[in-house]
């Protein structure tokens, strides 16, 4: 079984900086595009920013130029570095993984989020 579990979210003042994790685990050979979604409290989830395997990404305009997305392939790991942040930040932020070669193909896996709450 595939699991994704993010890690690294909290409080923070504005201005300042969070990295969020996501880690896997179960048998994986694969995944097309790691990525990291949004739910504010009383919004839809909105994309952040996503990755494929070759390295292209994609950013929403909110966010450009203040975060940044990486992923480890060997360890299907994948990262947000978030600068820069505002209380307009503050959601529960989702790890994303679609693609995901296993013992099964599996279209599309989430993790369970990890709250980020930018507020001094």
């Known amino acids: 079984q595939v699991q994704l579990v993010e890690s690294g979210g909290g409080l923070v003042q504005p201005g300042g900086s969070l990295r969020l994790s996501c880690a896997t685990s179960?048998?994986?050979?694969?995944?097309?595009?790691m990525g990291w979604y949004r739910q504010a409290p009383g919004k839809q989830r909105e994309l952040v920013a996503t990755?494929?395997?070759?390295?292209?990404?994609t950013y929403a305009d909110s966010v450009k130029g203040r975060f940044s997305i990486s992923r480890d392939n060997a360890k299907n790991t994948v990262s947000l570095q978030m600068n820069s942040l505002a209380p307009e930040d503050t959601a529960t932020y989702y790890c994303?993984?679609?693609?995901?070669?296993?013992?099964?193909?599996?279209?599309?896996?989430w993790g369970q989020g990890t709250l980020v709450t930018v507020s001094s």
């Open positions: 990755v494929t395997s070759d390295g292209a990404t």
């Open positions: 994303n993984a679609r693609g995901v070669r296993s013992t099964l193909w599996l279209s599309e896996v």
């Open positions: 179960g048998r994986i050979f694969g995944i097309g595009t």
